[in-house]
């Protein structure tokens, strides 16, 4: 490390100190230079340098040192009988942060997050205890929902050494441990179990002997789960085969994506340029052509929009850009908001972007940007944040109706899961549903009926051909707790179409476009989403209707278009995209 470098060379110096001073300012002056250099690769630089274990950073030395003693890990059988992984977006009791004598995060995150759920804080003391507590105080921070343990910590990074949450039998959330990556950091690789422990979270705990890292990996909350080949290089005696079983056994992953690593850092963690958003949504960084590894991130989004997610359809794949190492895509999705780490300063435009992204592709949930001066392009809100699993979350099981269906009554099947043990409320249990004839019909509810053990069913009644429904469901029961399918209800709900083109057109509008930055100075991006395959025309012309810029390309939906409008004189345009029977036309600023 930095620190057993410097204290040799300053052991070197007073050896030089007894032959000639001249010396000992040179041997101080070359210490200075080391420290300040090694300082500026921990700061500023992915690559794999030396570093102190404060620092997220990973590098080869530590990433295949052994196991340390002592180190806090114990391999269990798997769970029994049936296992789900939770996803981020479902419902949570707390979020995770920790206290090692220092944030990595603004109090106003922990004030804000302190309004929707409890903010556990680990401290390493009862003197670090009441700083922290007079700091929320003294920041708007609601105490009432603050908890506190007192444990032993190595660094803030709770996303790569916090729990992993699971359901085993629909019944009960308990915790997965693993051995954390980091093998001198074995305070931290014990938080899992300090939390699964009595006097927590009161958990069933699980060892799952597979070297990893939080900021690795990520689920959708059904039977899929994906990270970066970190987890093969890591785990060097298995196969992929064998990991893939683990993660099955363990987690309930019965498809485990492993995918490469485009950005190509140090570090791997699948959330620097990932994030499953829904259970077929996943967001993609964009990075500029002039990047070195502009054909992986473009390469990875086709791949993802190929795949088939767990609903049966494909993954609906949206893009941010963050043309200087921004890191959008390492944020939070807490109980319905999004906290996304954004720069400021020159970023401000492309903060103004990503955020925009978010709530396209997320509607109904509150998007929140968070500007701190220490994010990192690789260590963000995600990596120093984890959200913490509600035990008594009440659960809908359902695989929705997508894409098209036979012209009849449809029936609505679903599972509900009372995991607080309370009575589920009978006549909560609801579907809302909409219909597109040529123009939309106002929202319906109809009860669902109550069949057997956690079933419940409903029919939509038969609409006409070519006609567009959409729907959630919702449950409520006595602890009281409520939820929808999908998580975010009404803002953003199921959706098919009955097959024949009677009088239905919403079909076509499914297409949709959103441009940004607007204003604008040097480029416009598109970003296309359900084109298909069609052939997607953009178009830019001035006040006068010359066009001054047109791009043609295909299959938007994978990737962004980028319109060069640098050499156009500041101005008002009018922007015109047409994709299939899709068409949109909206007034563009640029300004140099």
């Known amino acids: 490390s930095t620190i057993n470098y410097v204290c040799k060379l300053f052991y070197i110096c007073q050896k030089i100190y007894k032959k000639s001073m001249k010396k000992v300012i040179l041997s101080c002056f070359v210490v200075t230079m080391l420290i300040t250099f090694s300082y500026a690769q921990h700061i500023g630089s992915p690559a794999p340098y030396e570093f102190q274990a404060k620092y997220h950073m990973l590098d080869s030395s530590e990433l295949n040192a052994p196991l340390i003693p002592g180190k806090a890990f114990t391999a269990t059988p798997p769970p029994s009988g049936t296992v789900r992984p939770i996803a981020e977006w479902e419902p949570m009791q707390a979020v995770l942060v920790s206290y090692p004598g220092n944030f990595g995060i603004p109090y106003s995150l922990i004030a804000e997050m302190s309004q929707d759920c409890n903010v556990i804080t680990i401290v390493e003391s009862t003197t670090q205890r009441t700083t922290v507590r007079n700091n929320y105080v003294n920041n708007g ?147 500029p052509t002039s990047n070195s590894h502009y054909t992986d991130y473009e390469a990875m989004a086709a791949y993802w929009a ?75 809100l995600h990596c120093r944040t984890h959200e913490l699993a ?51 019909g106002a929202w319906t509810k109809i009860n669902m009926t109550h069949t057997t053990g956690n079933n419940w069913t409903v029919n939509i009644p038969q609409q006409q051909a070519g006609d567009t429904i959409v729907y959630y469901i919702h449950a409520s029961d006595q602890s009281p707790r409520n939820v929808s399918h999908p998580i975010i209800g009404q803002p953003d709900p199921h959706k098919f179409y009955l097959i024949g083109t009677a009088t239905g057109i919403e079909k076509f509008d499914q297409t949709s476009a959103i441009v940004f930055p607007n204003p604008a100075t040097d480029y416009l991006f598109v970003q296309m989403q359900h084109d298909g395959n069609n052939e997607t025309t953009v178009s830019l012309c001035d006040l006068m209707g010359k066009e001054v810029r047109s791009v043609t390309e295909k299959n938007l939906g994978e990737r962004m278009l980028r319109v060069d409008i640098s050499s156009l004189p500041a101005g008002t345009y009018f922007l015109t995209i047409r994709s299939g029977n899709f068409s949109k036309t909206q007034k563009i600023m640029v300004m140099h």
């Open 141 to 287: 921070v609601d105490t009432s929902h603050c908890r506190f343990i007192i444990a032993p910590l190595n660094s803030y990074w709770t996303r790569d050494y916090g729990p992993w949450f699971i359901m085993t039998n629909n019944n009960t959330i308990a915790i997965v441990d693993f051995p954390y990556n980091r093998p001198d950091r074995s305070d931290d690789d014990n938080v899992p179990v300090i939390l699964a422990g009595t006097s927590n979270l009161n958990m069933p705990l699980y060892g799952m002997n597979i070297f990893h890292t939080g900021g690795n990996y990520m689920c959708d909350g059904y039977k899929a789960a994906a990270m970066t080949d970190l987890v093969e290089d890591e785990n060097t005696t298995l196969t992929h085969a064998q990991i893939d079983t683990a993660f099955k056994k363990y987690m309930g992953a019965v498809n485990n994506y492993i995918t490469s690593d485009p950005l190509a850092a140090y570090i791997k963690h699948i959330d620097c340029w990932g994030k499953f958003l829904d259970v077929d949504k996943i967001l993609i960084a964009s990075v």
């Open 390 to 440: 509600d035990k008594g979350m009440l659960y809908i099981k359902h695989y929705p109706l997508l894409g098209e269906k036979p012209v009849q009554a449809h029936a609505i099947n679903a599972e509900i899961y009372a995991l607080s043990g309370s009575n589920i409320i009978t006549d909560s249990v609801y579907v809302k549903y909409r219909v597109f004839h040529s123009i939309w």
């Open 306 to 380: 190929s795949q088939t997610s767990s609903y049966g359809n494909n993954y609906q794949v949206y893009r941010v850009y963050e043309p200087s190492g921004q890191p959008y895509t390492n944020s939070l999705i807490l109980n319905k908001k999004v906290f996304v780490p954004t720069k400021g300063g020159t970023s401000l435009t492309y903060d103004n972007n990503a955020l925009a992204i978010y709530q396209y592709a997320m509607p109904g949930y509150e998007i929140h940007g968070i500007t701190y001066n220490s994010w990192q392009s690789t260590d963000a």
